[in-house]
């Protein structure tokens, strides 16, 4: 989520405007490896982004927040506002 704004000098910017969201960890069942290779599978996404998707869906979120334009579509398609 931070690399970008890493990448441009924006760290800062970045970490004003998560400060301003409500975030809750979300704890990854035992079932998350299968779970995470099957997305993984489905979408051809890294790890990271699919952990990212199987949060939201266990968390039963209705969107995420992500700096990554291809990650939202593929989170918006899967029904993540």
Do not use: S, W, Y
Not at 40 to 50: E, G, I, Q, S
Not at 60 to 66: L, N, S, W
């Amino acid at each position: 989520m931070l690399v970008g704004p890493g990448r441009t000098d924006r760290l800062a910017v970045a970490a004003t405007a998560l400060a301003t969201l409500v975030l809750d960890d979300v704890a990854l069942g035992t079932d998350a490896p299968a779970r995470l290779a099957a997305l993984r599978a489905r979408t051809n996404f890294k790890l990271p982004d699919c952990c990212v998707l199987l949060a939201a869906e266990d968390a039963a979120a209705t969107q995420i927040a992500t700096f990554d334009d291809r990650l939202a579509r593929a989170a918006a398609g899967l029904g993540f506002g």
